[in-house]
C-alpha cells in the first residue's frame, strides 16, 4: 500500500494569490514549497483511489481508465472542484465513493457525466475493495465529512481532513487499530483555529497523542501555518511531520 500526498493545503492553496508573505515568497521561488488543494492517491496491488479531486488536472495526470475509483471525503468545493471537468469524459465510467450527502456540489448529482455517484458510504461499516478494506470514520467538520482508514496486507493507514478534534468514537477505533500513517487536518497554527472547522497545531499534537499511529503527518496547511513553522519547527513532537506535495508513505 502506498499512499502519494497530491496535494497538501488548505482551500487557498500556497503560494496565496497575491499574498506577500514570507511562506507565499519562498514556494514562488521553490516549487518544494508551493501546496495544492488537498488530495491523495493510494495504489495498492495494481488499483488506484483517488482521495478527494479538488486538483483541477485530473484528466492530465491520469490516462483515462487508469482510476479505480474516487473517494470523497466531503463535498465542499477544494475537495471536489476537479470532478467538474473530468465527468465529461467519454467511453467509460468511474465510480465516486462518497457520504450521504443530499446536496452534494453544483451541479453534480443532476450531470454527472461518466461519475457514478450510487456508493453511498456509512460510517463505521467497511467498504470491501479485493484485498483492501476501506473503513468510514465520521470527521468534525462544516458539512458532512467522512475520514478513511485503509487496512491491506497487515498494514493500517488513516487519512482524515476536514475537521476540528475528532469524534469520541473515532478516536476509539483508531487508537485500538494501532496506525503505521495517520495523515490529520492541520490548517493553522496555535490559537488561529478560529471557527470550528479545522485542527491547529496544538489539536493535532493533541489527536497524535490519544490515537498514537507510529507516524502522522500533517495536511490541509495554510500559509498561517507555513509562515509560523518558518520559526518553530522544534515545535513538533517526535513522530510527527509536517506533509508535503509528492510525498510518498509506504
Ligand atoms: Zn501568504
Ligand atoms: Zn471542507
Ligand atoms: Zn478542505
Not at 516549487?31 to 496491488?45: I, M, T, V
Not at 460510517?123 to 478494506?133: G, K, S, T
Not at 488513516?158 to 483508531?174: E, F, I, N, Q, S
Request: charged share 20%; glycine share 6%.
Amino acid at each position: 500500500m502506498k499512499l502519494t500526498l497530491l496535494g497538501t493545503a488548505n482551500a487557498a492553496s500556497i503560494p496565496v494569490y497575491g499574498c506577500e508573505c514570507v511562506a507565499c515568497q519562498r514556494a514562488m521561488v521553490d516549487p518544494f514549497y508551493r501546496r495544492l488543494n488537498c488530495s491523495a492517491l493510494l495504489e495498492f496491488d495494481d488499483q488506484k483511489i483517488l482521495i478527494d479531486a479538488g486538483l483541477p488536472d485530473i484528466t492530465a495526470r491520469f490516462t483515462p481508465g487508469e482510476l479505480t475509483k474516487v473517494l470523497i471525503t466531503h463535498y465542499h468545493p477544494d475537495h471536489v472542484q476537479g470532478l467538474l471537468h473530468l465527468r465529461w469524459g467519454a467511453g467509460f465510467n468511474i465510480q465516486v465513493l462518497s457520504p450521504k450527502d443530499p446536496v452534494g456540489f453544483a451541479d453534480l448529482y443532476r450531470h454527472p457525466g461518466i461519475l457514478d455517484f450510487s456508493s453511498r458510504l456509512s460510517a463505521f461499516e467497511p467498504y470491501q475493495m479485493d484485498n483492501l478494506e476501506i473503513t468510514p470514520l465520521p470527521l468534525l467538520h462544516s458539512k458532512q465529512t467522512l475520514g478513511y482508514a485503509f487496512r491491506h496486507n497487515g498494514k493500517h493507514f488513516a487519512y482524515l481532513t476536514d475537521t476540528a478534534g475528532l469524534p469520541l468514537d473515532t478516536v476509539h477505533y483508531l487508537a485500538q487499530n494501532r496506525l503505521d500513517v495517520m495523515v490529520i487536518d492541520c490548517a493553522f497554527p496555535p490559537g488561529l483555529a478560529g471557527p470550528l472547522n479545522h485542527n491547529d497545531i496544538d489539536m493535532a499534537i493533541l489527536l497524535h497523542q490519544a490515537i498514537k499511529p507510529k507516524k502522522s503527518v500533517l495536511s490541509h496547511i495554510s500559509h498561517e501555518l507555513d509562515c509560523w513553522l518558518l520559526d518553530n519547527e522544534e515545535y513538533l513532537p517526535s513522530g510527527i511531520v509536517i506533509g508535503h506535495d509528492g510525498q510518498v508513505l509506504r
